[in-house]
């Protein structure tokens, strides 16, 4: 399998419509305690690694794989000549560091961002993307900071966080999009490389303001 195959807009649209449903992550470690949403993240994450890894070895699940989700899969996911997770198991993976390292505010950020923009990078940047920028477009990395600032803004008003948090929430949101942009030249899945850049980036702004408001 080739690895420039680019899926269609429909398929992308199906695609980030599952990828929205993840979206109930930090929306639920919003309202339960960490230790309740590790208790369901971390065996629902362990599931999805241990049946993509035996779908690599196992042609019945491969199948059945192909069969529902083929038309979405991006080439690395495809490919058989070396194990490679997709994208599914990298969200829930990327869900459950954030929740045992990061405080809640941060996590619920990082990780909203990380559905909501990515989702609006892709959807644009396919559709309107028509100047480089990058690795990618203009207008997909334009998108996705712009979108992110929009959840800051929005879980700031739910939550009353202070000045402090919008100021990291949007300085995280630019950083965001630039490692959204650049992260396949590294090759690092951004499901894990966007919240995780977001998420140190409003800890070290909040070190350098001298605020805990949203870091306990």
């Known amino acids: 399998m ?13 695609r980030k419509g599952i990828h929205l449903m993840s979206l109930s992550i930090p929306v639920m470690y919003a309202l339960l305690p960490k230790e309740t949403i590790l208790w369901f993240l971390a065996p629902l994450t362990l599931i999805f690694v241990i049946l993509d890894l035996i779908s690599h070895r196992s042609g019945v699940i491969r199948n059945l794989l192909l069969r529902y989700f083929g038309s979405m899969m991006r080439s690395h996911e495809l490919q058989v000549d070396k194990v490679m997770l997709n994208g599914a198991s990298y969200v829930l ?13 941060i996590a619920v950020t990082a990780f909203s961002i990380l559905i909501v923009s990515d989702i609006c990078a892709a959807l644009i940047g396919r559709r309107y993307g028509s100047h480089s920028f ?26 009353s966080q202070s000045g402090a ?5 949007i300085i995280g949101s630019i950083v965001g999009a630039f490692v959204e942009n650049v992260s396949p030249r590294f090759g690092v899945d951004d499901n894990i490389s966007i919240p995780f850049s977001i998420g140190i980036t409003m800890y070290a702004i909040a070190a350098l303001l001298g605020t805990s408001s949203f870091t306990q």
């Open 93 to 105: 993976i990327a869900a459950c560091l954030c929740v045992m390292v990061f405080p809640r505010m």
């Open 165 to 169: 948090f919008l100021v990291a929430g």
């Open 2 to 14: 080739t690895n420039n195959r680019q899926i269609t807009y429909r398929s992308e649209l199906l």
């Open 134 to 159: 990058l690795d990618k477009s203009l207008e997909g990395t334009f998108a996705f900071a712009a979108s992110a600032v929009v959840v800051v803004m929005v879980i700031a008003e739910l939550f």
